[in-house]
């Protein structure tokens, strides 16, 4: 088993969050991890990505090599787009659809939609909407990690269990929150990779 | 089963030494090696010991503080980040004259490819050049390990040892397996009293024995496990590989590499082993993170009867990080299927936060300068330098840190006016101090805005060491306390923040503007922690 994975988003979205409930559930299943992160400057509402990278076997490198990624997760489009060198030819796309527009020239939404859509393996979900209809506006990234879920080679179940531990800490009614938000997100990927 | 944790590398390292028996942890924050120090603050095992773990002023300081823990004993650890050991420098280069007595070891984080820094400097320069031996992990498991290694080679040898990360080691996690914790050392003394006191005629003495260590510390890189030496049937090439390379160079070999490869991950440079690999092979490829230390070496100035290539020669590239992809094609296999870039993608660059007072401080200040026909504002390193960046555009330098005053000075010296130097608080105690004297000595003609959050913000919120007392430190030096104004930034208050820059660019002397609002990311941690 092996899954190399770009998380990416906008510097204060909580893709660190994703790669830590993945992460909890991989070393649950006894897989080994390495996940490269970025500290420091970019963190201030620049472009954010982590390497999170899980196998069965020996893992070497912290970075992903181009053309093996076998997903991209992102809570922002344009940052999905932006790592489509990484991306393995076979590889999926999971995407937030709702930009963060923090600058001048950012591109054209019906533009960025039409090349998301071009890729032939791509889940597409408005991650915010989701995590508001399942009460919990803030947990938009375990919606997007839901929507992840079918295509990670971990059992939801596993996941489920990585969102109680890390937010535990937090109460019941923030890991129940969390938990429905992750499981919207599940059911759209579910639905739309069924077509 | 032995105890299994996910760690960043600095964390694996920062664990690995408080389960060596450190005594005290000194630093300045500074990306990527903040979290090193930041764990031990949290570790309950740190705590529980008394370790000492609060930051230092910069780290000049936290070298010196270091050597004097070592100096009586005890195992003592310096972190910080690649630039820091310019301002650390001259301690860092006279420990290895006095030597260490409890186990001392300077962690540096180099950045290469310039992620949150001004340049992409290669620490284990400064390792040669002070005759300090340096280790280098690829893992976090062996972050963890050489933590123990190198305070164990410290006290055998009784020299301070420098530990070398790069950002991927520094910032990636992975599960590292932890030995048992072991005691810090008691209080004791140097056995060698007299190179603690570099005066010339022990300087000279000590001097030579340093130069007779550093030879068997070359012998010791070549006996050392970190220094692994594999054979490979294909010798048409042999490959050396140094740091974090190591792992790019496996990932491209899955299933073992044919060519024979050392691996450097100890130094000074084990010679006799890259000797045996040049004897072995027809031509040499030498990977390396950061600067081409190693091929230099090994390439010297004279004709070599062996084809070496690496950074120099072009097969990779001779600035920034390597990665997987760069190394294979060094290694000469094809590249990867991979998708073509998106043509709509632009840039992102970071920001200020919406609601920063350091905002605020800049739209005053860029309102205030445009009524100049040539204003000049000098300023440091921290979150502000984003003001270079639109829609400011309100920094015209950016040097190292504490060189917004001091190139104030200069510049304001040779009749620029207004020269304002525009430095945060912490930057300000770091650095700034020092400079604000001269000008205070010298009558310099500048506006200093010290843009005060009452904290390090750039790396995340660590404890700014002139909090509370700013006033008092700039009248302290000599400013006049009549023009040293504190405002709070705030956009109801621009036009007063206007009126004041004005008045105190006028005034033809030393003046100091403290802009003061808590910074917006420690505030919502406070507010958090309030409502708990």
Same mark, same amino acid.
């Given at each position: 088993?092996?899954?190399?994975?770009?998380?990416?988003?906008?510097?204060?979205q909580?893709?660190?969050?994703?790669?830590?409930?993945?992460?909890?559930?991989?070393?649950?299943?006894?897989?080994?991890?390495?996940?490269?992160?970025?500290?420091?400057?970019?963190?201030?509402g620049?472009d954010?990505?982590s390497?999170?990278?899980?196998?069965?076997?020996?893992?070497?490198?912290?970075?992903?090599?181009?053309?093996?990624?076998?997903?991209?997760?992102?809570?922002?489009?344009?940052?999905?787009?932006?790592?489509?060198?990484?991306?393995?030819?076979?590889?999926?796309?999971?995407?937030?659809?709702?930009?963060?527009?923090?600058?001048?020239?950012?591109? +054209?939404?019906? +533009?960025?939609k039409?090349?998301?859509?071009?890729?032939?393996?791509?889940i597409?979900?408005?991650?915010?909407?989701?995590?508001?209809?399942?009460?919990?506006?803030?947990?938009?990234?375990?919606?997007?990690?839901?929507?992840?879920?079918?295509?990670?080679?971990?059992?939801?179940?596993?996941?489920?269990?990585?969102?109680r531990?890390?937010?535990?800490?937090?109460?019941?009614?923030?890991?129940?929150?969390?938990?429905?938000?992750?499981?919207?997100?599940?059911?759209?990927?579910?639905?739309?990779?069924e077509? | 089963?032995?105890?299994?944790?996910?760690?960043?590398?600095?964390?694996?390292?920062?664990?690995?030494a408080?389960?060596? %028996?450190?005594?005290?942890?000194?630093?300045?924050?500074?990306?990527?090696?903040?979290?090193?120090?930041?764990?031990?603050?949290?570790?309950?095992?740190?705590?529980?010991? %008394?370790?000492?773990?609060?930051?230092?002023?910069?780290?000049?300081?936290?070298?010196?503080? #270091?050597?004097?823990?070592?100096?009586?004993?005890?195992?003592?650890?310096?972190?910080?980040?690649?630039?820091?050991?310019?301002?650390?420098?001259?301690?860092?280069?006279?420990?290895?004259?006095?030597?260490?007595?409890?186990?001392?070891?300077?962690?540096?984080?180099?950045?290469?490819?310039?992620?949150?820094?001004?340049?992409?400097?290669?620490?284990?320069?400064?390792?040669?050049?002070?005759?300090?031996?340096?280790?280098?992990?690829?893992?976090?498991?062996?972050?963890?390990?050489m933590?123990?290694?190198?305070?164990?080679?410290?006290?055998?040898?009784?020299?301070?040892?420098?530990?070398?990360?790069?950002?991927?080691?520094?910032?990636?996690?992975?599960?590292?397996?932890?030995?048992?914790?072991?005691?810090?050392?008691?209080?004791?003394?140097?056995?060698?009293?007299?190179?603690?006191?570099?005066?010339?005629?022990?300087?000279?003495?000590?001097?030579?024995?340093?130069?007779?260590?550093?030879?068997?510390?070359?012998?010791?890189?070549?006996?050392?496990?970190?220094?692994?030496?594999?054979?490979?049937?294909?010798?048409?090439?042999?490959?050396?590989?140094?740091?974090? #390379?190591?792992?790019?160079?496996?990932?491209?070999?899955?299933?073992?590499?044919?060519?024979?490869?050392?691996?450097?991950?100890?130094?000074?440079?084990?010679?006799?082993s890259?000797?045996?690999?040049?004897?072995?092979?027809?031509?040499?490829?030498?990977?390396?993170?950061?600067?081409?230390?190693?091929?230099?070496?090994?390439?010297?100035?004279?004709?070599?009867?062996?084809?070496?290539?690496?950074?120099?020669?072009?097969?990779?590239?001779?600035?920034?990080?390597l990665?997987p992809?760069?190394?294979?094609?060094?290694?000469?296999?094809?590249?990867?299927?991979?998708?073509?870039?998106s043509?709509?993608?632009?840039?992102r660059?970071?920001?200020?936060? /919406?609601?920063?007072?350091?905002?605020?401080?800049?739209?005053?200040?860029?309102?205030?300068?445009?009524?100049?026909?040539?204003?000049?504002?000098?300023?440091?390193?921290?979150?502000?330098?984003?003001?270079?960046?639109?829609?400011?555009?309100?920094?015209?330098?950016?040097?190292?840190?504490?060189?917004?005053?001091?190139?104030?000075?200069? #510049?304001?010296?040779?009749?620029?006016?207004?020269?304002?130097?525009?430095?945060?608080?912490?930057?300000?105690?770091?650095?700034?101090m020092?400079?604000?004297?001269?000008?205070?000595?010298?009558?310099?003609d500048?506006?200093?805005?010290?843009?005060?959050?009452?904290?390090?913000?750039?790396?995340?919120?660590?404890?700014?060491?002139?909090?509370?007392?700013?006033?008092?430190?700039?009248?302290?030096?000599g400013?006049?306390?009549?023009?040293?104004?504190?405002?709070?930034?705030?956009?109801?208050?621009?036009?007063?923040?206007? /009126?004041?820059?004005?008045?105190?660019?006028?005034?033809?002397?030393?003046?100091?503007?403290?802009?003061?609002?808590?910074?917006?990311?420690?505030?919502?941690?406070?507010?958090?922690?309030?409502?708990?």
């Open positions: 088993m092996k899954k190399d994975i770009i998380l990416s988003g906008v510097g204060g909580g893709i660190l969050s994703i790669a830590t409930v993945i992460g909890h559930a991989a070393l649950a299943e006894g897989l080994q991890l390495k996940q490269a992160e970025v500290h420091g400057m970019s963190q201030r620049g954010v990505q390497h999170l990278r899980i196998s069965s076997r020996e893992i070497r490198s912290d970075l992903i090599p181009r053309g093996g990624a076998d997903l991209i997760v992102s809570l922002e489009p344009m940052e999905a787009l932006r790592y489509l060198p990484w991306l393995a030819a076979e590889g999926w796309v999971v995407t937030g659809t709702t930009p963060v527009v923090n600058i001048p020239n950012y591109p +054209d939404e019906a +533009d960025l039409r090349e998301l859509q071009a890729l032939p393996h791509v597409l979900l408005d991650a915010e909407a989701l995590a508001r209809e399942a009460g919990s506006p803030r947990s938009a990234n375990m919606a997007l990690l839901g929507a992840t879920a079918p295509l990670l080679g971990i059992e939801a179940g596993q996941l489920e269990a990585g969102i531990a890390i937010f535990a800490r937090k109460g019941e009614a923030v890991v129940e929150a969390n938990l429905a938000a992750f499981r919207a997100g599940y059911q759209t990927a579910q639905k739309q990779t077509r | 089963m032995p105890k299994r944790e996910l760690l960043l590398g600095d964390e694996a390292l920062a664990l690995g408080l389960h060596a %028996g450190l005594s005290g942890v000194f630093a300045y924050p500074g990306t990527p090696s903040t979290e090193i120090t930041e764990y031990i603050q949290g570790h309950p095992l740190a705590a529980e010991r %008394g370790v000492h773990r609060t930051w230092s002023t910069n780290e000049k300081t936290a070298m010196e503080e #270091a050597l004097g823990m070592s100096f009586v004993g005890k195992r003592a650890m310096v972190c910080m980040k690649h630039v820091g050991l310019n301002v650390a420098a001259d301690a860092f280069v006279n420990s290895a004259m006095t030597g260490a007595h409890g186990g001392l070891v300077v962690v540096v984080a180099d950045d290469p490819s310039m992620h949150s820094s001004q340049n992409e400097q290669d620490s284990r320069f400064y390792g040669q050049f002070a005759l300090i031996p340096v280790l280098e992990p690829a893992s976090q498991q062996e972050a963890y390990d933590a123990r290694a190198a305070f164990d080679l410290s006290e055998r040898y009784r020299i301070p040892v420098l530990m070398r990360l790069t950002t991927r080691m520094a910032h990636s996690r992975a599960v590292v397996e932890v030995a048992a914790p072991r005691d810090p050392n008691p209080l004791s003394y140097p056995e060698q009293p007299r190179q603690w006191v570099l005066m010339p005629g022990n300087s000279r003495l000590r001097y030579k024995a340093l130069i007779d260590d550093y030879a068997r510390l070359e012998n010791e890189a070549v006996r050392s496990p970190f220094n692994r030496y594999t054979e490979g049937s294909d010798r048409r090439l042999g490959i050396i590989a140094c740091g974090i #390379a190591r792992n790019y160079l496996m990932e491209n070999y899955p299933e073992g590499c044919p060519y024979p490869v050392l691996e450097i991950a100890q130094y000074p440079l084990p010679k006799e890259v000797r045996r690999l040049a004897a072995e092979c027809q031509e040499l490829l030498i990977i390396e993170e950061g600067q081409p230390l190693v091929e230099q070496a090994v390439r010297g100035v004279l004709p070599v009867p062996l084809k070496i290539r690496g950074r120099l020669t072009g097969e990779l590239p001779r600035t920034g990080e990665t992809d760069s190394v294979r094609a060094a290694l000469g296999l094809a590249p990867h299927r991979a998708h073509a870039a043509e709509i993608v632009v840039p660059p970071p920001a200020l936060c /919406q609601g920063c007072g350091h905002r605020d401080m800049y739209t005053a200040l860029t309102e205030v300068v445009r009524e100049f026909p040539d204003g000049k504002v000098f300023s440091d390193i921290g979150c502000y330098t984003l003001g270079w960046l639109a829609p400011f555009h309100a920094i015209d330098t950016c040097v190292d840190m504490g060189a917004s005053i001091t190139m104030a000075i200069g #510049a304001a010296h040779a009749g620029q006016h207004p020269a304002i130097a525009v430095i945060g608080d912490s930057t300000f105690t770091h650095s700034g020092t400079g604000l004297l001269d000008a205070v000595n010298e009558g310099a500048i506006t200093v805005v010290i843009s005060d959050n009452l904290t390090t913000g750039m790396t995340g919120g660590q404890d700014s060491a002139g909090t509370g007392r700013l006033e008092q430190i700039c009248a302290g030096i400013v006049d306390p009549a023009h040293i104004r504190v405002v709070v930034p705030l956009p109801k208050n621009r036009e007063e923040m206007k /009126q004041i820059l004005r008045e105190e660019i006028a005034y033809k002397g030393v003046s100091v503007i403290i802009p003061r609002r808590e910074c917006i990311q420690t505030a919502k941690r406070h507010a958090a922690a309030k409502n708990k």
